[in-house]
DNA sequence: CCAGACGTTGTT
DNA sequence: GTCTGG
DNA sequence: CCAGACGTTGTT
DNA sequence: GTCTGG
């Protein structure tokens, strides 16, 4: 999954139209874009996001690293960009920031996700890989996370995340197609902004936020999704002097593509 | 009990 | 073509 | 995922 | 560090 977030957007969004204003707790990033991509050989990517302990919007760690020895935890991280709701509980890494109600929120405007032709079909050498972007109506939508700490090899204490994903809806499924092994398709969770407070509350224990998921979870009929323009430099997005060549895709554009008129007839 | 795992996805 | 390593 | 390798022997 | 699997 690639994921995008535009902090001044979602800055202004927050404070004029949601009337919902967070604290910002480094200013510096009010004005920020941020893209990045999620794998198990690139994380520690910093992202904005809100605990539920602080109600404040900061810069944490994308890939949560957890309460291990660093050797142990440093290999683990890179799984842990995401986090399997359903099986939460019962995982190492994350059963101790869920006991913690280390719960936070991670705003975007919007993810990519990828549809595959198969080289058979295209008769190209390469499968076809078409990145779609996927938001809501309101183009801005917020991930719900868990989070825990840990101390760098500078001494200091660091925040780290993970976004929740759930069994993947219509919309995903069809759109993210990639052969896979033997395990369902998955979507990160998409929360609307009713859905925010809530997530932010510490009187819900998990198993109310397992709930919130499936009932909160942005449906299909308000998802908007359109094939784009592919974008060709993800990595690396964290360093600083790149934040111009991502900026550009803030509007990234929809583009035709021939080869989706079988698969996506009518719906594009 | 001890040994071994600890995680997720599949463009970046 | 298929597996491994990053 | 993609890029890059695509191997053996002797020894643990 | 803590849990799971054998």
Redesign the pocket.
């Known amino acids: 999954?690639?994921y995008y977030s535009s902090m001044d957007y979602n800055a202004r969004v927050l404070e004029q139209e949601l009337r919902k204003p967070w604290k910002i707790k480094q200013d510096t990033m009010y004005q920020q874009s941020f893209l990045a991509?999620?794998?198990?050989?690139?994380y520690g990517v910093k992202l904005p996001a809100v605990t539920i302990q602080d109600q404040a919007i900061e810069l944490m760690e994308w890939s949560l690293y957890?309460?291990?020895?660093p050797d142990?935890a440093k290999?683990?991280?890179?799984?842990?960009?995401?986090?399997?709701?359903e099986?939460?509980t019962?995982?190492?890494?994350?059963?101790?920031p869920i006991n913690k109600g280390q719960f936070c929120l991670i705003p975007s405007s919007w993810i990519?996700?990828?549809h595959?032709i198969p080289k058979k079909i295209t008769g190209d050498k390469?499968?076809l890989?078409?990145?779609f972007r996927i938001t809501n109506k309101e183009g801005f939508f917020a991930i719900p996370g868990l989070w825990n700490p840990y101390k760098n090899e500078q001494g200091e204490i660091v925040r780290s995340f993970?976004m929740l994903?759930?069994h993947?809806g219509e919309v995903?499924s069809k759109i993210?197609?990639?052969?896979?092994?033997?395990?369902?398709?998955?979507?990160?969770v998409m929360f609307g902004r009713e859905y925010w407070d809530a997530w932010l509350d510490d009187k819900f224990l998990w198993d109310d936020r397992l709930e919130l998921i499936e009932e909160g979870v942005i449906k299909d009929e308000e998802l908007v999704f359109h094939p784009v323009r592919?974008?060709?430099?993800?990595?690396?997005i964290n360093i600083p002097e790149m934040k111009e060549d991502y900026r550009e895709y803030e509007g990234i554009d929809k583009i035709q593509y021939p080869e989706l008129l079988d698969s996506f007839p009518n719906t594009l």
């Open positions: 999954m690639c991509a999620a794998n198990g050989y690139n957890p309460g291990m020895p142990i290999k683990v991280r890179n799984g842990t960009y995401n986090c399997r709701s099986e939460a019962q995982k190492k890494s994350f059963k101790g990519l996700e990828f595959t390469k499968d890989k078409i990145p993970t994903t759930k993947g995903f993210h197609n990639a052969p896979r092994f033997s395990r369902d398709c998955r979507q990160v592919h974008p060709n430099k993800i990595r690396n």
